[in-house]
C-alpha cells in the first residue's frame, strides 16, 4: 500500500494561472515531510522541509503547507521555467536511518 | 552547498557485464542511498549506507550489491547487467535535517 499518493499527476498552466498540488501521506508519525523539484534528465532537487501541522515555507513563486494527512504545494503566478516534476517525501518519526517514501509526483506545465 | 556527484552521466553496457556506479558526497554525511528511477514507478530504493561498511536493503535489492569503504563514496555494483537493469540511477545523501541531496544520476542502458 502506497504511504505517498500526490494529485494530480500531471498538471498543464497557463503563465500566471495560480494552482496547488497535493501530497497526502499515511505515515503513523510524521517526523517531517520534504518537497523536490525534479527537471528532465536531472536529479530532484531539495526545497522544503516541514515538520509540523500549521508550518508553511516559501520560495518564490512556490509556497508549502502542511496538515495533519496531506501537503500542499502552492504556485502563485507560474512562470514556463516552473516546469518540472514536483515530489513529495514524509519521513516517519521511527524512521532512524533516514530512508523516505517518495510519491510518483506531478508532472507541472507552463506554457505561455 | 552539499554537492554529490556521480562518475557518469551516461552509460551504455552489454548484458553479463559487470558494471559500477559510484557516488561521492563532500559533506562527510553518515548515510547514503541508490535509487533508480523509471517512468510510471517513481523512485525506489535500492540499498543504503548508515556508516561505513554498513548497508541495507531497499525495496528492490535484486541483482545488486553495494560497497561502502569510505565515508564519502558509495559505489552500487550490477553483478550480471541484463536489460531490465535499464534506468537512471540516482544517488543521495542524507543531511542533519533528513532531507537527501540527490546527485545528477547515471542513465545506464543495458543491450
Known amino acids: 500500500e502506497d504511504q505517498v499518493t500526490q494529485s494530480p499527476e500531471a498538471l498543464r498552466l497557463q503563465e500566471g494561472e495560480s494552482s496547488s498540488l497535493n501530497c497526502s501521506y499515511t505515515?503513523?508519525?510524521?517526523?517531517?515531510l520534504f518537497w523536490y523539484r525534479q527537471d528532465p534528465g536531472k536529479g530532484p532537487e531539495f526545497l522544503f522541509t516541514?515538520?509540523?501541522a500549521g508550518e508553511e515555507k516559501e520560495k518564490e513563486r512556490l509556497k508549502a503547507t502542511l496538515t495533519k494527512k496531506e501537503s500542499f504545494l502552492h504556485i502563485t503566478a507560474p512562470k514556463p521555467e516552473d516546469s518540472a516534476t514536483y515530489l513529495c517525501?514524509?519521513?516517519?518519526?521511527?524512521?532512524?536511518?533516514?530512508?523516505?517514501?517518495f510519491g510518483r509526483g506531478t508532472q507541472l506545465t507552463v506554457w505561455p | 552547498d552539499v554537492k554529490v556527484t556521480q562518475s557518469s552521466r551516461y552509460l551504455v553496457k552489454r548484458t553479463g557485464e559487470k558494471v559500477f556506479l559510484e557516488c561521492v558526497q563532500d559533506?562527510?554525511?553518515?548515510?547514503m542511498f541508490w535509487y533508480r528511477q523509471d517512468p510510471g514507478l517513481g523512485l525506489r530504493l535500492i540499498y543504503f549506507?548508515?556508516?561505513?561498511?554498513?548497508?541495507e536493503k531497499g525495496d528492490i535489492p535484486e541483482g545488486y550489491s553495494v560497497s561502502r569503504e569510505k565515508k564519502e563514496r558509495f559505489s552500487l555494483i550490477l553483478e550480471s547487467a541484463s536489460t531490465n537493469q535499464t534506468s537512471m540511477y540516482l544517488c543521495?545523501?542524507?543531511?542533519?535535517?533528513?532531507?537527501?541531496?540527490f546527485g545528477p544520476g547515471t542513465r545506464l542502458t543495458v543491450t
Open positions: 505515515v503513523s508519525g510524521l517526523r517531517g
Open positions: 516541514l515538520y509540523s
Open positions: 559533506m562527510d554525511h553518515e548515510n
Open positions: 543521495a545523501s542524507r543531511g542533519q535535517g533528513y532531507e537527501q541531496y
Open positions: 517525501a514524509p519521513i516517519d518519526r521511527g524512521s532512524t536511518l533516514g530512508r523516505l517514501y
Open positions: 549506507s548508515y556508516d561505513v561498511k554498513m548497508k
